[in-house]
């Protein structure tokens, strides 16, 4: 049994702390489709032709800042010796936590103080974010068993760095922020985006069902 999404413990968080109760709202809004999946035990990715790759692209290059060029979609029910991209090697891969932790972690400390960004880190991951990792690595159990330990430790953390961040700007009324990461949240129950070729700039790997 996984761990049990708190919604309502979250919300009451995110509401008593924000600055701008619509954006809050907003923010909380957009992520209930993760509570809808946490609570079912479930985390399924979307088929390649579901996405539209130019619309994945515009969403991720406006959440990290950063041009991309292409996306290379990879299968979570790949197998080996399948006529199929499989995931490749962390050290491959500049993970997509990475472009938050360098780019927008000091805005949002500076932001929300440190005391209160990490009250939100325990509350989102108890509330969220702990589900997620676990529906994760339960529901998609054949990949984690291709991927190297590093992999497996962080790729269940990826969804939940954005949600994280979506709600910080929320409660520090940066409006213009969760602008930015809105059509991201949205990719993210149906794509993960897991990072950029370290060797070939702007090229993103992306992971799908």
Request: net charge negative; with cysteine.
């Amino acid at each position: 049994m996984g761990s049990k999404a708190d919604l309502p413990r979250l919300e009451k968080f995110v509401m008593d702390q924000a600055m701008d109760r619509d954006l809050a709202l907003r923010a909380l809004d957009l992520i209930k489709p993760f509570f809808t999946d946490a609570d079912a035990g479930i985390y399924p990715l979307a088929v390649k032709d579901y996405v539209d790759a130019a619309s994945a692209r515009d969403a991720i290059a406006g959440a990290v800042g950063a041009p991309i060029s292409a996306l290379i979609a990879v299968s979570a029910s790949a197998t080996p010796g399948e006529d199929e991209d499989l995931m490749p090697p962390s050290g491959m891969i500049k993970g997509l936590p990475m472009f938050f932790l360098e780019n927008q972690r000091p805005l949002l400390v500076k932001l929300l103080g440190e005391e209160l960004f990490e009250q939100l880190v325990l509350t989102q991951y108890e509330c969220l974010g702990e589900a997620i990792v676990q529906n994760l690595q339960q529901y998609h159990a054949a990949l984690f068993g291709q991927l190297d330990q590093n992999m497996v430790l962080t790729l269940p953390f990826m969804p939940q760095v954005p949600i994280f961040y979506l709600l910080g700007y929320a409660i520090a009324g940066d409006g213009d922020s969760v602008d930015r990461l809105e059509p991201l949240i949205k990719l993210l129950p149906h794509a993960i985006p897991v990072g950029e070729y370290l060797e070939q700039p702007g090229e993103w790997l992306l992971l799908m069902g």
